[in-house]
């Protein structure tokens, strides 16, 4: 019987058509990233254009549970302990920012109304009362108490405290610290006085003798790092990719950027006071942090509870925290740099 022939060009076709066969099943030993999505433009405020940044230094977060026999966690430094003096007259003074406090809260009650309520307030024969800004109000949370320092009257039912400054992508939703000590964007009527279900309360500061402010946040040092002109603080800029909770305090504390050798996994406050209310996806300034991620970073803070650790969304600037410690989150290394 004579055996069928199989002509060259014949061939080379059916070997090719059969490459392309398995090509489309082979999986490659590294995947390619999958693109998520267009990415929006971010979204600048208005008022981003006209802001400026107090020169102060920047207290602790207040952690104080040792959660992890690796070194580098918040626990493990001590740099600007917070500090206040109960003036003995319904207010509080930080005896690190040097801004005053009202020592109570003014109940619950819309945005609105808070503000008014501040702007006139007359207070220990001060009149010059704010409703402090959502940098101003995250100074004084410490997150291992509730979410203030016992200095401060308590007040059980208040689940929000209100600042002056809307989220910059609407006009609908205003900036908030919370009981648990994070912060984030509510819409204003969600309060009870507005109609909602959930209790919004505030409280006002003054500031004494006005911080020396400058108009850029950040200074790009040429070496892969960024100084913040506000608390001396110095970033690195690019970033290494997603770790583990323990991994990213590793990481850390072995890095050798800029010829030091002091950097560390920053505290909550520390990742917080890069993130810029004016800004949205990211909210941070992408001309001096190229390339960062729109997704969450770890910070060095435990809970109160003492395994969640607390993050920072860079798309809102929202902090929260989560008990997911091996699940990879991104990594900003920070050092203390010159203090002010």
């Known amino acids: 019987m004579k055996k069928a022939s199989v002509q060259p060009g014949k061939l080379l076709v059916c070997l090719a058509a059969w490459a392309c066969v398995m090509t489309a099943f082979a999986k490659p030993a590294v995947e390619p990233p999958k693109l998520k999505g267009a990415r929006m433009p971010q979204v600048i405020a208005p008022e981003h254009a006209t802001r400026t940044w107090p020169v102060r230094p920047l207290a602790d977060s207040g952690s104080k549970l040792d959660t992890t026999p690796v070194f580098g966690e918040d626990s493990d430094y001590v740099r600007v302990p917070q500090s206040y003096k109960d003036n ?10 040097g801004l005053m406090w009202t020592k109570a809260d003014g109940g619950e009650n819309t945005w609105e109304a808070y503000v ?8 220990a024969g001060y009149t010059d009362w704010h409703l402090p800004d959502a ?6 949370i410490d997150i291992s108490a509730s979410p203030f320092n016992s200095v401060f ?7 929000y405290f ?19 000590g994070g912060t984030g964007a509510h819409l204003k009527n969600l309060t009870i006085s507005a109609g909602g279900n959930r209790a919004f309360h505030g409280r006002c500061v003054r500031e004494p003798s006005p911080s020396k402010r400058v108009k850029e946040h950040f200074t790009d040092n040429k070496d892969g790092t960024v100084t913040d002109n506000g608390n001396g603080l110095v970033w690195m800029q690019l970033e290494p990719g997603e770790m583990t909770w323990e991994d990213a305090i590793k990481y850390c504390e072995n890095l050798v950027l800029a010829t030091k050798q002091d950097w560390r996994l920053p505290d909550i406050k520390e990742l917080k006071s890069i993130s810029d209310y004016t800004l949205y996806s990211p909210s941070i300034d992408m001309g001096y942090f190229p390339g960062l991620k729109v997704t969450y ?5 435990a809970t109160r509870q003492e395994k969640p650790r607390w993050y ?8 929260a ?7 990879p989150l991104d990594v900003k290394c920070v050092r203390a740099g010159n203090s002010k």
């Open 88 to 97: 003995g007259d319904g207010t509080v003074t930080d005896n690190v920012t």
């Open 116 to 123: 008014t309520y501040c702007d006139q307030l007359s207070l």
């Open 135 to 140: 940098e101003e109000a995250f100074t004084i």
């Open 153 to 159: 009257t308590a007040n059980r039912d208040a689940k």
């Open 162 to 180: 209100w600042t002056m400054n809307r989220q910059a992508d609407g006009d609908d939703k205003r900036w908030e610290v919370n009981q648990g």
């Open 297 to 301: 970073h770890w910070s060095s803070s």
């Open 312 to 319: 920072l969304n860079f798309e809102s600037g929202l902090t």
């Open 321 to 327: 925290y989560t008990e997911k410690l091996d699940d």
